[in-house]
């Protein structure tokens, strides 16, 4: 009945390989100052806390991650993505007159969406040139998948470019204020010295 009851699933079963240490084991020495001795240092930043519980925890040591692929549920995975290639025969090449890649796609779109448009027309009568259509028609859509997982790619770099642009100048700016500031507080400081040398 706990187990409809609880709103938590019950612990894996390998929780039991693992245990704390002792408490009193885990805790610093106090040192004595007067031998000259230091005491430890304390663990200021989540990566010194995290270290300290893990030197705590007693079991087997967790498996190393994957460095290649890896086969989940019976699919091989990996960390990257293939990129996506065409072969000589999909590929249409478009590169010598349209040199951008955004016109490269109109252009490969408006191709696209006749073929689209001249198939189902000729879907009343299937004629024999209907297969040449149908040809036709995926590799454009197979030219315009390609076009559109380049342009992403490169949309992404651009905007990381634009990010450390917008940082720079931020920086550049805070620099700037920095300076003013510096400025004013240096005459302030003249001014100041100034007036105490009139009064004495």
Excluded at 174 to 185: F, H
Aim: proline fraction near 8%.
């Amino acid at each position: 009945m706990d187990e409809f009851t609880s709103g938590f699933p019950p612990p894996p079963f390998f929780y039991k390989n693992y245990s704390f240490k002792d408490e009193q084991d885990a805790e610093p020495t106090v040192c004595d100052i007067s031998d000259g001795s230091q005491p430890p240092p304390l663990a200021y930043t989540e990566k010194d806390q995290i270290d300290r519980l893990r030197d705590r925890i007693l079991g087997p040591c967790s498996p190393n991650p994957p460095k290649d692929s890896w086969v989940t549920f019976g699919v091989q995975e990996k960390h990257a993505e293939d990129p996506m290639q065409l072969d000589s025969e999909t590929a249409i090449n478009l590169s010598d007159k349209y040199p951008d890649a955004r016109d490269q796609f109109k252009v490969l779109y408006r191709e696209f969406m006749e073929s689209l448009l001249a198939y189902l027309s000729a879907l009343k009568t299937m004629n024999p040139d209907s297969v040449s259509e149908i040809k036709r028609f995926l590799k454009l859509y197979m030219n315009l998948q390609h076009l559109l997982s380049s342009l992403s790619e490169r949309m992404a770099q651009d905007d990381i470019v634009r990010m450390l642009r917008d940082e720079l100048e931020r920086k550049r700016q805070y620099i700037d204020s920095l300076k003013v500031a510096l400025v004013d507080i240096h005459r302030l400081l003249s001014f100041t010295k100034v007036l105490d040398i009139q009064d004495a």
